[in-house]
C-alpha cells in the first residue's frame, strides 16, 4: 500500500497559523528521528544503535516488541526511515520532505510505501482506509508538536 498527503505548514491567509522557518521545521524533524517516544504514542524508549552525518541506525521499543529501522536524512529537505518487515510487524518506508514553492508558502509531504497487500477485497479496502487515517493523525500530531518545540524555545529565558 502507498499513501501520500501534505500538511500546509504556513498559510499566509490564515493570520491565526504561526509561521515556521524552513530551518525550525527541520529542526523538528531531526528532533522527531533522534528523540521519536516524545512523537510516537507507545514508544518506551529508542536506542541509536549507529550514526552517521545522514543516517541512523535505530532500535525501537514498543514494551516486549522490538522494531528496527534506518532514518537518512537529507539537511534542509527530507527525512527517511525505513522499516525493516518482519513476521509481527509491516516493513515500508516513511519520507517527510519539506516543500516551499515559494517565500511565504511551507509544507510537509508525508509518503508511505508499505509492504500492506493492494486493496483487492472490501475487508482489505477498510483495512489500508484505517491504516491511511491512522497515518494521517499521526502526522497532523507530529506537525502540532513541532510547533510546540518551536514556540517554546521562542519563549524568554529559554536557552534552547
Known amino acids: 500500500m502507498n499513501f501520500e498527503h501534505l500538511i500546509q505548514i504556513n498559510d499566509p491567509l490564515n493570520p491565526f497559523v504561526e509561521s515556521m522557518t524552513r530551518e525550525q521545521l527541520w529542526e523538528g524533524l531531526v528532533l522527531r528521528a533522534e528523540q521519536p517516544q516524545l512523537f510516537v504514542l507507545g514508544l518506551d524508549s529508542c536506542t541509536i544503535l549507529s550514526r552517521t552525518d545522514s543516517t541512523l541506525e535505530r532500535e525501537l521499543h514498543y514494551g516486549q516488541a522490538t522494531v528496527r529501522d534506518r532514518v537518512t536524512l537529507a539537511p534542509n529537505e527530507s527525512v527517511r ?4 518487515a518482519t513476521e509481527a510487524y509491516v516493513g515500508g518506508s516513511l519520507t517527510m520532505t519539506i516543500e516551499q514553492p515559494d517565500e511565504l508558502q511551507l509544507f510537509l509531504r508525508f509518503e508511505y510505501k508499505t509492504t500492506l497487500p493492494a486493496a483487492d477485497t472490501e475487508d482489505t479496502r477498510q483495512t ?3 491504516v491511511k487515517s491512522a497515518y494521517r493523525e499521526s502526522d497532523i500530531d507530529t506537525v502540532r508538536l513541532i510547533r510546540q518545540f518551536v514556540q517554546a524555545r521562542k519563549e524568554p529565558g529559554n536557552l534552547h
Open 128 to 130: 489500508n482506509e484505517i
Open 81 to 84: 526511515y525505513d522499516i525493516l
